[in-house]
T-cell receptor, first 113, second 110 residues
Framework: NAGVTQTPKFRILKIGQSMTLQCAQDMNHNYMYWYRQDPGMGLKLIYYSVGAGITDKGEVPNGYNVSRSTTEDFPLRLELAAPSQTSVYFC????????????FGPGTRLLVL | RKEVEQDPGPFNVPEGATVAFNCTYSNSASQSFFWYRQDCRKEPKLLMSVYSSGNEDGRFTAQLNRASQYISLLIRDSKLSDSATYLCVVFSGSARQLTFGSGTQLTVLP
């Protein structure tokens, strides 16, 4: 099992550009999450999904969109990138509850200039 | 007040030392508690869950005090490989999400 995979590993964007961060898991987990981690800060939940076709906002959803068309994939869309979105983005999954072990991908480092 | 507060450290300890990290949480309705470990520039990984009666996993012992809203992690006989950032994590059923502390950085020195 690959676990949770993310692409790209690193990206530089210009202000106003858009991009999609890809996330996939092969553990047949129902729950998937997107977090961002700023330097010296805890992870903040952006969006989460409890299953294919179902998504909900987390603590910091503004400027982002998600979709979940399959169990495996949970892409995060950034529209009109801003310097405040410079961060490390982690995708995670868990089987049936946020309170179960969450398995994280290796992260995407995003720099918006 | 932050929902989950940790001493950021850094803690620099020699190999073989015992070190303890503390964490406080503000939501009295929190239901589940965890310690995650995050190596430099890597993803977080679950180290251990924290149970009300306290629990141990090898050299690691976790304690929970619900009355004081306080969680601790004790590492005995520190190894170089224990160097990492330790994240205190709390789950609230009402929010249905994990809340992460900002982490405590540990460096074990040879």
């Amino acid at each position: 099992n690959a676990g949770v995979t993310q692409t790209p590993k690193f990206r530089i964007l210009k202000i106003g550009q858009s991009m999609t961060l890809q996330c996939a898991q092969d553990m047949n987990h129902n729950y998937m999450y997107w977090y961002r981690q700023d330097p010296g800060m805890g992870l903040k939940l952006i969006y989460y999904s409890v299953g294919a076709g179902i998504t909900d906002k987390g603590e910091v959803p503004n400027g982002y969109n998600v979709s979940r068309s399959t169990t495996e994939d949970f892409p995060l869309r950034l529209e009109l990138a801003a310097p405040s979105q410079t961060s490390v983005y982690f995708c995670a999954s868990s089987r049936d509850s946020p309170a179960e072990t969450q398995y994280f991908g290796p992260g995407t480092r995003l720099l918006v200039l | 007040r932050k929902e989950v507060e940790q001493d950021p450290g850094p803690f620099n300890v020699p190999e073989g030392a015992t070190v303890a990290f503390n964490c406080t949480y503000s939501n009295s309705a929190s239901q589940s508690f965890f310690w995650y470990r995050q190596d430099c520039r890597k993803e977080p990984k679950l180290l251990m869950s924290v149970y009300s009666s306290g629990n141990e996993d090898g050299r690691f012992t976790a304690q929970l005090n619900r009355a004081s809203q306080y969680i601790s992690l004790l590492i005995r006989d520190s190894k170089l490989s224990d160097s990492a950032t330790y994240l205190c994590v709390v789950f609230s059923g009402s929010a249905r999400q994990l809340t992460f502390g900002s982490g405590t950085q540990l460096t074990v020195l040879p």
